[in-house]
């Protein structure tokens, strides 16, 4: 048995490892996202539909496999299996991204995009799964925020990479970079998983039923307000993403300079979710708990729907360059996302069983983020073609988002919700300051 000091430090340890496998890991998937979107600029919003009715049926396709492969399988033979499978895709991507004008983007794009969902079911969902497993919840508040801010940084190394490279190597080489950083993840997953794990545990399965997240979404008012949730917040940068998709094909010719636009885009958003983790998202979650960090990014949402409602299509000078409201909301809605509500809900997750974290934590964040995309992106299409105009279609996203914050609240102070190990409620300021 190692010595109680020795203890300690892996104990400690197990924040930075994990912070720096988080890095690695959205290294890897924001090399990755850049390509994908410049497939969607170069056919316009009025191909994703398409594209997000692939990705759907292909979600609830593999949602049960996904729940067969965790309850059957331990831990890290499913770690090694999944990220492994997605290496060698990454290496296969790469002649069809070299002939990406002979295949035609719609059917590369449709192809794509199926597979960066099932990337994010398999490799980045089952990431905050695995480390609900290693953290309790008073735990996972104080290291969830910092191992996000680890993610964070990758989540800024992988645009500027990105950014940096493809005007050197082109399109198709940036997955073998992105392969790479992926690896580097799965080396440290499996050290975290050697030493931060109770011996006992580390080769045991989550077992149970491979549909238990599709029925604990009927059975569990936790799950049923975060898919809501999900569905409203979502909506508002689905539709940032096919408005600035038309921008993208209006304006930008080349796959090249898509995917560098695509990462300027993924950095101006992944900056500003720094900066919410360096200061206000960690000092919210420790001392107010998950309620007002659920809620703000939803009034911030709220906040820049009104201000597309009444400017539309102008453009703001940001450091001397013009930049489209349209993406300015799109920086905001994915910077409160990334930067706030994500460390939130993972959190909340540590206080429902351990299946509903692998099972149905992955429903709500591929099947039903899925069904709001095409949700939302066939209603612009439709809302196009009865002629609703972008003022319109923002003052609709307005009031879903305004139904968004009481969604958020009831998701945070769900009755279903484990309370809080080894750590009081947040305190009530009011209260204090009337005794």
Same mark, same amino acid.
């Given at each position: 048995?190692?010595?109680? @000091? &020795?203890?300690?430090?892996?104990?400690?340890?197990?924040?930075?490892?994990?912070?720096?496998?988080?890095?690695?890991?959205?290294?890897?998937?924001?090399?990755?996202?850049?390509?994908?979107?410049?497939?969607?600029?170069?056919?316009?919003?009025?191909?994703?539909?398409?594209?997000?009715?692939?990705?759907?049926?292909?979600?609830?396709?593999?949602?049960?496999?996904?729940?067969?492969?965790?309850?059957?399988?331990?831990?890290?033979?499913?770690?090694?299996?999944?990220?492994?499978?997605?290496?060698?895709?990454?290496?296969?991507?790469?002649?069809?991204?070299?002939?990406?004008?002979?295949?035609?983007?719609?059917?590369?794009?449709?192809?794509?995009?199926?597979?960066?969902?099932?990337?994010?079911?398999?490799? &980045?969902?089952?990431?905050?799964?695995?480390?609900?497993?290693?953290?309790?919840?008073?735990?996972?508040?104080?290291?969830?925020?910092?191992? /996000?801010?680890?993610?964070?940084?990758?989540?800024?190394?992988?645009?500027?990479?990105?950014?940096?490279?493809?005007?050197?190597?082109?399109?198709?080489?940036?997955?073998?970079?992105?392969?790479?950083?992926?690896?580097?993840?799965?080396?440290?997953?499996?050290?975290?998983?050697?030493?931060?794990?109770?011996?006992?545990?580390?080769?045991?399965?989550?077992?149970? @039923?491979?549909?238990?997240?599709?029925?604990?979404?009927?059975?569990?008012?936790?799950?049923?307000?975060?898919?809501?949730?999900?569905?409203?917040?979502?909506?508002?940068?689905?539709?940032?993403?096919?408005?600035?998709?038309?921008? /993208?094909?209006?304006?930008?010719?080349?796959?090249?300079?898509?995917?560098?636009?695509?990462?300027?885009?993924?950095?101006?958003?992944?900056?500003?979710?720094?900066?919410?983790?360096?200061?206000? @998202?960690?000092?919210?979650?420790?001392?107010?708990?998950?309620?007002?960090?659920?809620?703000?990014?939803?009034?911030?949402? *709220?906040?820049?729907?009104?201000?597309?409602?009444?400017?539309?299509?102008?453009?703001?000078?940001?450091?001397?360059?013009?930049?489209?409201?349209?993406?300015?909301?799109?920086?905001?809605?994915?910077?409160?996302?990334?930067?706030?509500?994500?460390?939130?809900?993972?959190?909340?997750?540590?206080?429902?069983?351990?299946?509903?974290?692998?099972?149905?934590?992955?429903?709500?964040?591929?099947?039903?983020?899925?069904?709001?995309?095409? &949700? *939302?992106? @066939?209603?612009?299409?439709?809302?196009?073609?009865?002629?609703?105009?972008?003022?319109?279609?923002?003052?609709?996203?307005?009031?879903?988002?305004?139904?968004?914050?009481?969604?958020?609240?009831?998701? /945070?102070?769900?009755?279903?919700?484990?309370?809080?190990?080894?750590?009081?409620?947040?305190?009530?300021?009011?209260?204090?300051?009337?005794?």
């Amino acid at each position: 048995m190692s010595p109680p @000091s &020795v203890v300690a430090a892996r104990k400690d340890s197990a924040p930075v490892v994990a912070a720096l496998a988080f890095f690695f890991l959205l290294t890897a998937y924001y090399i990755v996202r850049p390509v994908r979107d410049q497939l969607a600029g170069a056919v316009g919003s009025t191909q994703l539909p398409v594209f997000y009715a692939a990705i759907f049926v292909a979600t609830l396709l593999l949602t049960p496999i996904f729940g067969v492969l965790v309850a059957k399988f331990p831990r890290r033979k499913l770690l090694v299996w999944s990220y492994s499978f997605f290496i060698l895709c990454l290496f296969a991507f790469v002649p069809a991204f070299l002939a990406q004008d002979h295949v035609g983007a719609r059917s590369l794009g449709v192809v794509f995009f199926i597979w960066v969902n099932v990337f994010n079911l398999f490799v &980045v969902s089952l990431f905050w799964s695995f480390m609900a497993d290693v953290f309790d919840s008073r735990r996972a508040r104080e290291v969830f925020p910092l191992i /996000a801010l680890g993610g964070m940084a990758g989540t800024l190394s992988g645009p500027v990479l990105t950014r940096w490279l493809v005007g050197w190597l082109g399109v198709a080489p940036l997955l073998l970079v992105s392969a790479l950083a992926l690896g580097s993840a799965l080396i440290l997953l499996l050290r975290l998983s050697a030493r931060h794990i109770p011996s006992e545990k580390v080769d045991e399965p989550v077992g149970g @039923s491979p549909w238990a997240g599709v029925l604990e979404l009927w059975s569990r008012p936790f799950l049923r307000y975060m898919a809501v949730l999900m569905l409203l917040g979502d909506g508002v940068g689905t539709l940032a993403y096919a408005l600035v998709a038309d921008y /993208a094909r209006a304006h930008l010719a080349s796959a090249t300079v898509r995917t560098a636009f695509y990462a300027d885009i993924d950095l101006a958003a992944n900056v500003l979710g720094a900066v919410l983790q360096l200061t206000l @998202s960690r000092w919210l979650l420790v001392h107010r708990g998950a309620v007002w960090a659920l809620v703000l990014p939803q009034l911030v949402n *709220v906040a820049l729907l009104v201000m597309v409602t009444l400017a539309g299509h102008a453009q703001w000078t940001v450091l001397g360059y013009g930049v489209p409201l349209l993406v300015a909301m799109m920086v905001g809605t994915r910077g409160f996302t990334y930067g706030m509500t994500k460390p939130a809900s993972d959190a909340l997750y540590t206080r429902v069983p351990r299946e509903t974290r692998y099972k149905g934590k992955n429903f709500v964040e591929t099947a039903v983020w899925r069904l709001g995309d095409l &949700v *939302v992106t @066939s209603g612009i299409s439709g809302l196009g073609k009865l002629g609703v105009g972008l003022a319109g279609i923002a003052l609709i996203g307005t009031g879903a988002s305004t139904l968004g914050t009481w969604v958020a609240r009831k998701a /945070a102070t769900s009755p279903d919700l484990a309370p809080e190990i080894g750590n009081a409620p947040p305190p009530d300021f009011g209260e204090a300051a009337r005794s």
